[in-house]
């Protein structure tokens, strides 16, 4: 794991097998988080359940009660802020190469395809 300024304590999320759930708002959210002082100490748990449920604050903290799932546990809020920023760019990189449209070698075609129909007289 890279080095995370703050961090006393690995996550225990999978982070490479998240749900992908969709927003209002049409964007895509997989380890949607929030901070929560414990123990004098800040955890960041998950509010997007392994099984895709999208939860309140409230029911999060039940969540990571019941299961013990965070993301990371911190010293300061600041530095799990930093981290669920960071963590939130990461897991918005990795959904892009899986767009499902065409690959770039399809589209690339499919221009070749259009221009050469367009330089013909028929």
Known sequence: MPDVPGLLVPGTVDL????????????????????????????LIPTVTPDGRMLTPAQAVQEFR????????????????????????????????????PSLD???QAIQAVATHMGRKE
């Open 106 to 108: 399809g589209l690339v």
């Open 16 to 43: 490479l097998h998240r749900p992908r759930v969709k927003n209002l708002d049409g964007s895509i959210s997989t380890v949607r988080s929030i901070g929560v002082n414990v123990d004098g100490h800040e955890v």
């Open 66 to 101: 019941k299961t013990g799932q965070h993301l990371g546990i911190f010293d300061t809020p600041q530095h799990a802020t930093a981290y669920a920023e960071q963590l939130h760019q990461q897991q918005a990189g990795s959904l892009a190469p899986s767009w499902p449209g």
